[in-house]
């Protein structure tokens, strides 16, 4: 018996990138201007945080033990494998080809406070928002 068509299958590999809804986005296409941007819409904000002692643009920093460190996005992370529970700090991250460019958010010392990281979150989707419109598709 034949395997289903996809309806896509007479289209080129770089039609069939455009047929695909919605478009996948590409977050390394973001400039340093979009970065600046963003890090000086929430810097004000971000600093009046107790924890916070600086803020920085650079590249999406990856605990060194987890999933991601060594695999990119594109594999997914076995639903058996905890996340690393010791905290991200720049002796114990790295960077890969597939770290996004990203707003850096420095901290005195790191506590489990849910008001910060439920602001952080907020505040990491209305950024995205500064930058639609200029991510490639």
Not at 101 to 120: E, N, Y
Request: proline share 6%.
């Amino acid at each position: 018996m034949k395997a289903p068509s996809s309806g896509f299958a007479h289209l080129s590999s770089s039609a069939k990138s455009l047929a695909t809804f919605p478009p996948k986005r590409d977050f390394s296409s973001l400039s340093i201007k979009d970065l600046l941007d963003a890090r000086e819409a929430y810097h004000v904000q971000l600093s009046s945080l107790e924890n916070v002692v600086a803020t920085a643009i650079g590249r999406y920093l990856i605990h060194k033990d987890d999933w991601y460190a060594k695999h990119s996005p594109d594999v997914p992370r076995p639903a058996n494998l905890e996340k690393p529970k010791e905290a991200r700090t720049l002796d114990n991250s790295v960077i890969r080809a597939w770290s996004w460019p990203a707003v850096l958010v420095f901290v005195a010392a790191i506590r489990a406070c849910a008001a910060t990281r439920a602001w952080i979150i907020s505040a990491r989707l209305r950024a995205s928002s500064i930058a639609k419109g200029r991510i490639s598709r």
